[in-house]
């Protein structure tokens, strides 16, 4: 019985993931509460959770995450700001379309929106995946990842589904959405960045050589 409760036993280490991924959630809660500084944040986040699927970094959680804030805090928010107004947009249209009552919009100007909704997720997703795994110009990064959204499209239609469950629920129920704002507060963020993590750990390992960041696997 007392294996069962050893430091390094399946269910210590599992437990104690689980903790670190509610610190990291924490944390990057905390740290998007000043829109300017989001794109660090998610970025801090998905460099720590990746440290953690690789079983690298150490030093603690909190100064894992705050070390890779700091280190890509000026590329992570140059990414993210040309990425705001496209956010911006998606929202607005969602409530226009989606939300606003007796919005009765054309069924082929619906199916474009989340058309273009999905590519700007996506790519957005993707983006800061590339970002955070890879030494390269912003330009890039971003044209990599809209090539990403359409080779690796129910991959990426899964990641965006679990990363953007929040603002999905929100749109479509609020009531709904604050029922969940537990889940939200505990897991909401690093959870789905744990889980896109492992679901594209094969093909960043697969493409990683030179441009590797120094948290990843070659």
């Known amino acids: 019985m007392s294996g069962i409760f050893h430091a390094e036993s399946g ?3 599992g437990m104690g993931r689980i903790a670190d991924l509610i610190i990291l959630n924490l944390l990057t809660l905390l740290c998007c509460l000043p829109v300017a500084t989001m794109g660090a944040a998610f970025s801090a986040l998905l460099s720590s959770v990746r440290d953690m699927v690789n079983d690298v970094g ?3 959680t909190v100064r894992l995450y705050f ?3 700091r280190q890509d805090f000026r590329q992570a928010t140059k990414l993210f700001l040309p990425l705001l107004p496209l956010f911006a947009l998606v929202a607005l249209g969602g409530y226009l379309l989606l939300v606003q009552p007796g919005a009765q919009p054309p069924l082929a100007l619906t199916a474009l929106y989340l058309l273009a909704a999905f590519f700007i997720a996506g790519t957005a997703l993707m983006a800061f995946l590339l970002f955070v795994n890879f030494e390269n110009t912003l330009a890039a990064t971003l044209l990599n990842a809209a090539r990403l959204v359409v080779a690796r499209l129910p991959q990426v239609l899964l990641a965006v589904l679990l990363c953007y469950w929040a603002p999905l629920v929100f749109l479509l129920s609020p009531l709904v959405f604050l029922w969940l704002f537990i889940v939200l507060l505990l897991c909401g963020l690093s959870g789905p960045a744990f ?3 492992l679901l594209f750990r094969p093909l960043m390992r697969r493409l990683a050589g ?3 960041k120094d948290g990843e696997e070659s």
């Open 210 to 212: 030179p441009q590797a």
């Open 58 to 60: 150490g030093g603690g």
């Open 11 to 13: 269910l210590m280490r």
């Open 67 to 69: 070390r890779h804030f």
């Open 195 to 197: 889980a896109v993590t």
